[in-house]
């Protein structure tokens, strides 16, 4: 079984400061973990993935995320906001081997505001 | 290159009509997959194909819902007797291979209202 808790349902930053969107999962077997960010009326699209290489992912747009075992944790972080950044961003794990590593179980979603 | 394309994008119907959603993958992706994203409950999955065959169907929430997959490509979800509950953004992803390691890419969805 896997689960996934986005700490904050909503984030609200000035542009230019830093970002953090807090991720916590829950995983039978060793997980890949991503983030996704949906613009309004826009698809999903991926930001990065972590799938047991290297614990600091860097992703798109200049975020990156650190895999933190002990925590289990998948914070996302971005040094400084910028307007464009304003959507919704979704943590989301799945099993990184095993018969349904195929299957994406999506956290609730932080809303990320950035106000000038 | 193309993405992933769902039609309609918005679709209104009568509580008791059926629906059609329609998802057409990027092209050679092997793997397809719905999920429905919903105020209450999130995104959850739905349905997953690789190629025609659909291994996993867990996440179909009744038997008025079902889908195919044809041609290795195009897939169809079939939502009968449309309730209120089932409105919800229905989204559709596909992928090269199925697995941890392959992004899916998802299409812009379908936006289902039951009156």
């Known amino acids: 079984a896997q689960s996934v808790t986005q700490l904050d349902s909503h984030v609200s930053v000035s542009e230019g400061t830093p970002v953090l969107l807090r991720c916590n999962y829950s995983s039978s077997y060793s997980p890949s973990l991503f983030w996704y960010v949906q613009h309004p009326n826009k698809g999903l699209q991926l930001l990065l993935k972590y799938t047991s290489a290297a614990t600091l992912v860097k992703g798109i747009n200049g975020f990156e995320a650190e895999f933190k075992k002990s925590e289990t944790s998948f914070h996302l972080t971005k040094p400084s906001a910028h307007m464009s950044d304003a959507a919704e961003y979704f943590c989301?794990?799945?099993?990184?081997?095993?018969?349904?590593?195929?299957?994406?179980?999506f956290g609730k979603g932080t809303l990320l505001t950035v106000n000038p | 290159g193309a993405g992933v394309s769902q039609s309609p994008s918005n679709k209104v119907t009568e509580k008791g009509k059926d629906v059609e959603l329609r998802c057409d993958p990027i092209s050679g992706h092997t793997a397809l997959y719905w999920y429905r994203q919903s105020l209450g409950q999130g995104l959850e999955f739905l349905i997953y194909f690789q190629g025609n065959s659909a291994p996993d169907k867990s996440g179909l929430p009744s038997d008025r819902f079902s889908a195919e997959r044809t041609g290795g490509s195009v897939s169809t979800l079939t939502i009968q007797r449309t309730q209120q509950e089932d409105s919800a953004v229905y989204l559709c992803?596909?992928?090269?291979?199925?697995?941890?390691?392959?992004?899916?890419?998802f299409g812009p969805g379908t936006r289902l209202t039951v009156t």
């Open positions: 989301v794990v799945s099993p990184h081997s095993g018969g349904s590593n195929y299957k994406l179980t």
């Open positions: 992803a596909s992928s090269l291979e199925a697995g941890g390691g392959y992004e899916q890419y």
